[in-house]
């Protein structure tokens, strides 16, 4: 698995989720294992398989988890700057096409959430705008072909 990166907030809530995922649902799934395995023959028990597919899915779940935070490495929020685009800041972008603005904020790919304007630095746009300036105009290829932006503003 390849380096992740994640701020100190985006760790923690990893491990927040560890921690129920361990403490609360692993024990969940195991009484709905035992539960199923009660009402007799297993050969034909769709309660026991479904359990035990969401346990495999659970264990699959923290072991990928675990991983993650294994391979994490935190970002230092305090060296950030805002001379150019970089990761943990927030780009404003004009469409020179149709001159629409949008405001992103670029981080890790487990703190992404589009709806929220956080966009993840994995993606083509993000990759496009980071280590670009104010005032430069960015050509990026998405899937629906080449997008042309200009970076109005970098702030944190």
Known sequence: MATIYMTEEGLHKLQEELK???SVERPRVIRAIAEAREKGDLSENAEYDAAKEEQCNLESKISQMKSQMAEARIIDESRISTKEVQILT?????NTKNG???VYH???EGEANIAAGKLSVTTPIAKGLLGKKVGDVVEVKVPAGIMTFEILEISL
């Open 90 to 94: 927030k780009v404003k972008i004009r």
């Open 106 to 108: 670029l981080v890790t």
């Open 20 to 22: 129920y995922l361990e």
């Open 100 to 102: 629409a603005t949008k």
